[in-house]
């Protein structure tokens, strides 16, 4: 099944200081998988909403504090139950149909804030779990 954020990326890499191990210049450190966290007071509730948000159940629940859904090849976002830091995040998520994804929302009872323009082309609507973390859905003009 197609994920509302599917999309092709390639492996990115990054300069980092060398370790007291390695002495020299920068080193180019690959990173492979990004697992972005979103604390939330109670997952399962937070669970129910987020099913509905990505239209389906998460690909990973690997403990009683989390569930995960992976969006990309090496992309994931992560709910913790983090009761403290609820209401904190904020990501934004690139798509290459934000009118269609706002569509599926409306239909699974997922309220969306207006789409904005924010620069050339680059439309946005932010959306905000029952927490309050906050997520930008975005579409560039080259999507």
């Known amino acids: 099944m197609r994920r509302p954020f599917d999309r092709q990326r390639s492996r990115s890499a990054c300069w980092s200081r060398p370790s007291s191990a390695t002495a020299g210049a920068l080193r180019k450190t690959a990173f492979d998988h990004l697992f972005a966290n979103i604390p939330v007071?109670?997952?399962?509730?937070?669970?129910?909403?987020?099913?509905?948000?990505?239209?389906?159940?998460?690909?990973?629940?690997?403990?009683?504090?989390?569930?995960?859904?992976?969006?990309?090849?090496?992309?994931?976002?992560?709910?913790?139950?983090?009761?403290?830091?609820?209401?904190?995040?904020?990501?934004?998520?690139?798509?290459?149909?934000?009118?269609?994804?706002?569509?599926?929302?409306?239909?699974?009872g997922v309220q969306a804030g207006p789409v904005e323009v924010i620069g050339p082309g680059v439309r946005q609507s932010i959306v905000a779990d029952p927490d309050g973390n906050r997520l930008k859905l975005g579409q560039s003009p080259a999507s």
């Open 41 to 108: 007071r109670d997952r399962e509730l937070a669970r129910a909403w987020y099913e509905r948000l990505l239209g389906c159940p998460p690909d990973l629940v690997p403990n009683v504090r989390e569930a995960a859904w992976r969006l990309t090849d090496t992309g994931w976002i992560v709910i913790e139950a983090d009761p403290p830091r609820a209401g904190t995040a904020l990501h934004t998520l690139l798509v290459d149909d934000l009118g269609g994804l706002l569509a599926g929302l409306t239909e699974r």
